[in-house]
């Protein structure tokens, strides 16, 4: 009673005029707005206090976090709520105002009538039901008890709602479930305040109510931890040192017998052929392959050319020594420059093992140029799909961000960057899941730099700002030609919105023009607008990224790793097409 009294004597002076319904009545609602601000001061404690740890909620953060909710959001509301309503009561009952702290010129004014809704400020503050009994065992009219009905619950209800809003800012950037240490206790408190007075119930609420709005401000202001602090990985934890125990004695030694002698087998002509040779497990220069040049044949048949641009074509084939069926990206016009890019490619692809992205069998000489052999997947480029069918939905898209992320993750990893990540680099298969191809320009950190005049890395509508403006390619200009692919996705345009010409393209790109057409109303949004922040060491890791998308899929009662869609069927054995039949359009290689 002693802190009501004194923050209800604060609040009368801060606020108390003598005007109808009482100045007491207005000290209550003044009361109550000073209240709101404890749940709003707790949140902005948290925000401050994640401004370090991030998202690593250990038991010592927890345990602070939970004990910020209880005192801010339960104990201390719930004593100042509660000791009001005491306050009032005592000094009702007393002519002198007992303990409840009131002096003389207190009590003149609380014993002034208004009218005779109010009557008195003692009688209506300090005597009747308490909530309890209102809402439980109403006597008098109707309509008051729907009045007390819509106000003693609906102005809690709403307080509720903007005090878990309140959480969920300071928690902004990481899990939502921690904010339960903010709703469950405002609850409890909620449900443990019923046995205040039913009228100073309600004044308390109507300035409780607009106070926990305009606490979301202050809480904003914190703003949320920085993407460095977030993505920093977290600390090992101590191994576990196990207690000594003696070694149980040794068996005795049982005696040997001799192993029977190894079947012998016929050779056959598979075990005389010579094996091709691997590729190099780590970045650095490929043996030479076996030049079928010479030999004057190849193992590849060629059955179908699946495109052709300016570097080579890409041709459907079968080996002939495994009997499968093969990609075979076959340069024309080979040239120095042209043999580093194919080595750099197979180098890249070589090191890199993640069931998204593109298999390389071999690198080896057919008799029209240097050849790239690799895994052939049926399926259409996302490309496509989205200029076909429209774009995709956030199921789909949140499917596609994450299973991409972890291809490129796990490229870095292995110090290679894709450095040309867009649209028709991305494959979805006869099952609707995605595969990343396409490395001709990915280098790796043991690579030296090309030195061709003119040449663009990457593609201008999709190319991150810091590549565009010259600076080398990074983990982060990966993250933001994905992030700007996914907003394509969802959208159906690029980020930047389509120019006229690539260099206009690359000129926006390069003066970092803000982006302009991502996707309206999408669950991906705010991860959206991070991920293509014009600054790259503000931009979330691809890990941050997957974690914060499986999240939503997760709450979404989605799989992370179902189909994107469903586009193609697999072809019956009897339309094979003959050799140099023109490509079908959903059928590319990976």
Not at 132 to 144: A, I, K, R, W
Not at 529 to 557: C, F, H, K, N
Request: charged share 15%.
């Amino acid at each position: 009673m002693g802190l009501a009294s004194a923050l209800l004597s604060f609040a009368h002076s801060l606020f108390g005029p003598g005007i109808w319904p009482g100045d007491w009545v207005w000290a209550t609602s003044t009361a109550g707005a000073l209240v709101a601000l404890l749940p709003a001061l707790g949140a902005m404690i948290v925000a401050i206090i994640r401004k370090g740890t991030g998202n690593r909620y250990d038991v010592v953060t927890l345990s602070v976090f939970g004990g910020i909710g209880v005192v801010a959001v339960f104990l201390l509301p719930w004593l100042l709520a509660t000791g009001l309503s005491q306050v009032y009561q005592e000094a009702a009952s007393s002519k002198s105002g007992g303990q409840s702290g009131f002096s003389g010129s207190d009590l003149s004014t609380f014993n002034t009538e208004y009218n005779p809704l109010i009557g008195t400020q003692s009688a209506y503050l300090g005597r009747g039901q308490n909530v309890y009994e209102v809402l439980f065992y109403p006597n008098g009219m109707q309509l008051g008890y729907v009045f007390y009905l819509i106000l003693l619950v609906g102005l809690p209800a709403l307080s509720l709602l903007f005090v878990m809003l309140q959480a969920r800012t300071a928690f902004r950037r990481g899990p939502k479930w921690p904010s339960r240490f903010f709703w469950i206790p405002f609850v409890l408190m909620v449900l443990a305040s019923v046995g205040m007075g039913a009228n100073t119930a309600v004044h308390f609420w109507l300035g409780f109510l607009p106070f926990s709005v305009l606490g979301l401000i202050p809480v904003a202001l914190v703003g949320p931890p920085p993407w460095s602090v977030i993505n920093r990985p977290d600390p090992q934890p101590r191994q576990k040192v196990e207690p000594y125990r003696p070694e149980p004695p040794a068996p005795k030694p049982q005696p040997q017998l001799p192993p029977p002698p190894a079947k012998q087998y016929p050779a056959t002509a598979l075990a005389q052929a010579p094996e091709p040779p691997a590729l190099a497990a780590a970045p650095g220069p490929i043996p030479p392959p076996p030049g079928s040049r010479n030999s004057g044949g190849s193992r590849y048949k060629r059955v179908r050319r699946l495109g052709h641009g300016g570097f080579g074509t890409v041709w459907e084939a079968v080996d002939t020594q495994l009997n499968r069926t093969v990609a075979l990206k076959i340069a024309h016009a080979p040239d120095r420059d042209t043999e580093e890019r194919m080595q750099r490619e197979a180098r890249a692809l070589a090191v890199v093992n993640h069931p998204n992205c593109v298999k390389v069998y071999d690198l080896v000489e057919e008799p029209d140029g240097l050849a790239l052999v690799m895994e052939y997947l049926e399926g259409r480029s996302l490309a496509e799909i989205v200029d076909a069918q429209g774009p995709l939905d956030d199921i789909a898209a949140g499917r596609l961000w994450s299973t991409m992320a972890g291809a490129l993750a796990a490229a870095h990893e292995k110090g290679v960057l894709h450095r040309d990540l867009k649209p028709s680099n991305i494959i979805l298969d006869r099952n609707g899941l995605a595969h990343l191809i396409d490395f001709g320009i990915a280098r790796s950190q043991g690579d030296s730099k090309m030195t061709a005049t003119g040449m663009m890395i990457g593609t201008p509508d999709f190319v991150a700002p810091e590549q565009a403006m010259g600076s080398p390619a990074s983990p982060a200009s990966d993250a933001w030609q994905l992030a700007a692919t996914v907003s394509y996705a969802l959208s159906g345009q690029p980020p930047r919105g389509t120019r006229e010409t690539p260099m206009a393209a690359l000129m926006a790109a390069a003066r970092a023009e803000p982006v302009s057409k991502l996707p309206n109303r999408s669950a991906h949004a705010r991860i959206l607008i991070a991920s293509l922040d014009q600054e790259p060491r503000r931009r979330p890791t691809l890990t941050a990224v997957r974690r914060d998308v499986e999240g939503w899929l997760a709450r979404a009662g989605k799989s992370p790793d179902g189909p994107v869609t469903q586009i193609v069927t697999r072809r019956p054995p009897q339309q094979q097409p003959q050799p140099h039949q023109q490509p079908q359009p959903q059928r590319h290689p990976r």
